[in-house]
């Protein structure tokens, strides 16, 4: 079975600041990993993903994520935080079997002025 | 083009009612997904159809959920018998072949509020 842990259910940072979203996985075999983005009374965005191939991977607004197989972690970051990636973030995984996703359950981000 | 669309955007029903909800996925989209998300919750998987079979429904929480893709287009996704631990966000996503590496596109969710 496959799980997602998001450490830290909310996270401030000052506008400018790096913005860093911590996600681990557990998956017996190789997973896809997704980075989506809630906005309030929207639906789930796709921020990025990876599926095979480097492990930097870059996304939409300016985000990017690494995946480290030895850490089992796949976290996001963006080095510099605008007021408008206030926002719930979450983290999920896939694998070739499972075609549904596992999410974890979400890290708000706060953008401070 | 239009997105995954999901209506009603929200529904309040009474403990014992029957709802139905509905979603409409991307033009051509062959795989559609039901997820629930609860209050402060990441959404929760419950069933996922290729074309008009329910490809994998083991996240279904009982017999009282049920849903159909009659044409291989819109869904409808079925709950009888309402319970107040029933009340959440139903989203819908849509993906273009169904793999494990497409992108799942989401609708905007409907709100169930059971009283």
């Known amino acids: 079975a496959q799980s997602v842990t998001q450490l830290g259910s909310h996270v401030s940072v000052s506008e400018g600041a790096l913005v860093l979203l911590r996600c681990n996985y557990s998956?017996?075999?190789?997973?896809?990993l997704f980075w989506y983005v809630q906005y309030p009374n929207q639906g789930l965005q796709l921020l990025l993903k990876?599926?095979?191939?480097?492990?930097l991977v870059k996304g939409i607004n300016g985000f990017e994520a690494e995946f480290k197989k030895s850490e089992t972690s796949f976290h996001l970051t963006k080095p510099s935080a605008h007021m408008s990636d206030a926002a719930e973030y979450f983290c999920?995984?896939?694998?070739?079997?499972?075609?549904?996703?596992?999410f974890g359950s979400g890290t708000q981000l706060t953008v401070l002025p | 083009g239009a997105g995954v669309s999901q209506t009603p955007s929200n529904k309040v029903t009474e403990k014992g009612k029957y709802v139905e909800l509905r979603c409409d996925p991307i033009?051509?989209?062959?795989?559609l997904y039901w997820y629930r998300q609860s209050l402060g919750q990441g959404p929760e998987f419950l069933i996922y159809?290729?074309?008009?079979?329910?490809?994998?429904d083991s996240g279904l929480p009982n017999d009282r959920f049920f849903a159909v893709r009659p044409e291989g287009s819109v869904s409808t996704l079925k709950i009888q018998r309402t319970e107040r631990g029933d009340s959440a966000v139903y989203l819908c996503?849509?993906?273009?072949?169904?793999?494990?590496?497409?992108?799942?596109?989401f609708g905007p969710g409907t709100r169930l509020t059971v009283l």
């Open positions: 033009s051509g989209h062959t795989a």
């Open positions: 990876y599926t095979t191939g480097a492990t």
């Open positions: 998956s017996s075999v190789p997973p896809y």
């Open positions: 996503a849509s993906s273009l072949t169904g793999t494990s590496t497409d992108t799942q596109y």
């Open positions: 999920a995984v896939s694998d070739e079997a499972a075609r549904q996703l596992t």
């Open positions: 159809f290729q074309g008009t079979g329910a490809a994998d």
